[in-house]
């Protein structure tokens, strides 16, 4: 875990593509989109299997790592309505009852929206953006707010390391500006989208088990 700190606040980050906050015993996580892959099935496409069991196990490997007693998802819990299918909440349901003992939180999202709130059943408080939590406000889409400083997901960031296009490698990425930080996408079957660093930005790619700053790496060059 990287320790970092971002907006007065201790952030470790993880490479399971979440971050903690320290001294509050919590997990945030953006963009899990559970049961992104049955939405996919359902209209048609085809895509592979068993990725709402690989994020849910890095969910797990998360908590074990950070020591989190809490999970604040950052929005986009369940991909859409379809999310709902009985395999896809039977799989979370099991993986609740392991982890009974953790608090969990949703703050929505854009896709939460469409999806609707978890089942009852599986003991998440959900709330809408933002959720003020000292000098940090979490939420699901980056923006600014005066006398906080903003932890949010929705971007699903990625840097570009490499110079030619054939060499060029694309990792998910940790993004913290002047007033706002962006987490990367935490789901096993999500996108990812290159940005342009701004002036004073830090990154941290997640590079296979290890988080690291941007700035450390060999000849990185970040790209569109």
Not at 101 to 123: K, T, Y
């Amino acid at each position: 875990m990287l320790e970092v700190e971002v907006g007065g606040a201790r952030l470790g980050l993880l490479p399971q593509r979440a971050a903690c906050l320290i001294e509050h015993a919590t997990l945030l996580v953006a963009d899990a989109h559970i049961g992104k892959a049955v939405s996919f099935r359902g209209l048609g496409v085809p895509v592979p299997r068993g990725t709402t069991t690989q994020t849910l196990r890095r969910l797990s490997d998360a908590i074990q790592v950070s020591g989190a007693k809490r999970v604040i998802f950052l929005g986009d819990l369940l991909h859409s309505a379809r999310a709902h299918a009985a395999a896809t909440l039977d799989a979370f349901a099991a993986w609740r009852q392991r982890h009974a003992a953790i608090e969990l939180l949703l703050v929505r999202g854009n896709h939460d929206e469409h999806a609707g709130d978890p089942p009852a059943s599986l003991g998440v408080q959900v709330v809408n953006e933002p959720m003020q939590m000292g000098g940090l406000a979490l939420c699901h889409h980056p923006q600014s707010l005066s006398g906080s400083y903003v932890l949010a997901g929705h971007l699903h960031p990625c840097a570009v390391l490499g110079g030619r296009a054939h060499q060029r490698l694309r990792l998910p990425c940790f993004r913290f500006g002047a007033d706002c930080g962006v987490l990367p996408a935490f789901g096993a079957f999500t996108g990812m989208h290159a940005m342009r660093s701004a002036p004073g930005e830090r990154v941290f790619v997640v590079a296979d088990d290890s988080v690291v700053a941007l700035g450390a790496t060999p000849n990185p060059t970040l790209a569109t």
